[in-house]
């Protein structure tokens, strides 16, 4: 059974860093992609980076691009999001998630993926 489990999520003053982590279990995902989301009360789910499963490429939105950074540890099975820079607005919950396919493409919607964790709070006070 596929497990993704975050962790690193806390609080930080406004322009602190933060690394979320994400172990996944229950399959290898080197060559799958994956990617992190976000979630505020009452509001969807947002893209926030992604890295391909073939190529390992990332892709960011543009509200994180410069101050996050998303990769992964084949070896540990475990994907991060390395989070400078924080600001008010970046609060919120995150999520890791997976697909459940082999694939150089890069996949932005939530819809594109099949697992997900239980997500991780990340508050910054300004």
């Known amino acids: 059974q596929v497990q993704l489990v975050e962790s690193g999520g806390g609080l930080v003053r406004a322009g602190g860093s933060l690394r979320l982590s994400c172990a996944a279990s229950g399959r290898t995902f080197s060559r799958y992609g994956m990617g992190w989301f976000r979630q505020a009360p009452g509001k969807e789910r947002e893209f926030v980076a992604a890295l391909s499963g073939i190529g390992s490429r990332t892709y960011y939105a543009d509200s994180v691009k410069g101050r996050f950074t998303i990769s992964r540890d084949n070896a540990k099975n475990t994907l991060y999001l390395q989070m400078n820079g924080l600001k008010p607005e970046d609060k919120d919950v995150y999520y890791c998630?997976?697909?459940?396919?082999?694939?150089?493409?890069?996949?932005?919607?939530?819809?594109?993926?099949?697992?997900w964790g239980q997500g991780t709070q990340v508050t910054v006070s300004s």
């Open positions: 998630a997976a697909r459940n396919r082999e694939t150089f493409v890069i996949a932005t919607g939530r819809h594109d993926y099949d697992y």
